[in-house]
């Protein structure tokens, strides 16, 4: 009986990532922004929208959805690291700051463990904003799929 472990990171573009390898991203949000998030969700919280009523809540200002606060970290496991095929399985987020309107964000992604036998990763994942501001905390589990001809 053999008790090699498979290598279950055959085929996956980049390879099998480092535990403490990270990425980050930095993007600007855009009234557009929200308009394609309520285009894909229905989402018309008038917080997005009704700009007089955003700045009286405890927001003062007009925010964007979560799902483009924390839209920059889809980016970052798909694209940078584990990088292409990359897919969430589970996420355990805390939003911690909303998000304005024309505000900068930087996603960063870490890799905190890493199997072997499956090409699954659990990562460390934020977003702050350009005062360095934590906005989004959290964890996720992710599955790279190997791509064949990739």
Same mark, same amino acid.
């Given at each position: 009986?053999? *008790?090699?472990?498979?290598?279950?990171?055959?085929?996956?573009?980049?390879?099998?990532?480092?535990?403490? !390898?990270?990425?980050?991203? =930095?993007?600007? $949000?855009? !009234?557009?922004?929200?308009?394609?998030? $309520?285009?894909? =969700?229905?989402?018309?919280?008038?917080?997005?929208?009704?700009? !007089?009523?955003?700045?009286?809540?405890?927001?003062?200002?007009?925010?964007?959805?979560?799902?483009?606060?924390?839209?920059?970290?889809?980016?970052?496991? !798909?694209?940078?690291?584990?990088?292409?095929? *990359?897919?969430?399985?589970?996420?355990?987020?805390?939003?911690?700051?909303?998000?304005?309107?024309?505000?900068?964000? $930087?996603?960063?992604?870490?890799?905190?463990?890493?199997?072997?036998?499956?090409?699954? &990763?659990?990562?460390? $994942?934020?977003?702050?904003?350009?005062?360095?501001?934590? &906005?989004? =905390?959290? *964890?996720? *589990?992710?599955? =790279?799929?190997?791509?064949?001809?990739?």
């Amino acid at each position: 009986m053999s *008790t090699e472990t498979k290598d279950g990171w055959a085929g996956v573009v980049k390879g099998r990532p480092q535990v403490g !390898a990270f990425a980050e991203r =930095t993007r600007r $949000t855009r !009234a557009s922004d929200i308009e394609a998030f $309520t285009d894909m =969700t229905g989402d018309r919280n008038p917080l997005h929208y009704d700009r !007089a009523l955003a700045e009286k809540s405890v927001f003062g200002k007009l925010i964007v959805q979560g799902g483009v606060t924390s839209g920059i970290l889809n980016a970052l496991v !798909a694209e940078d690291l584990p990088g292409p095929g *990359t897919v969430f399985l589970e996420v355990a987020w805390k939003f911690v700051k909303a998000v304005g309107v024309d505000e900068e964000i $930087t996603g960063r992604v870490e890799v905190r463990e890493v199997r072997p036998d499956k090409p699954i &990763c659990k990562i460390e $994942t934020s977003v702050h904003n350009g005062q360095g501001e934590l &906005c989004l =905390t959290g *964890t996720a *589990t992710v599955f =790279t799929v190997p791509l064949q001809g990739a």
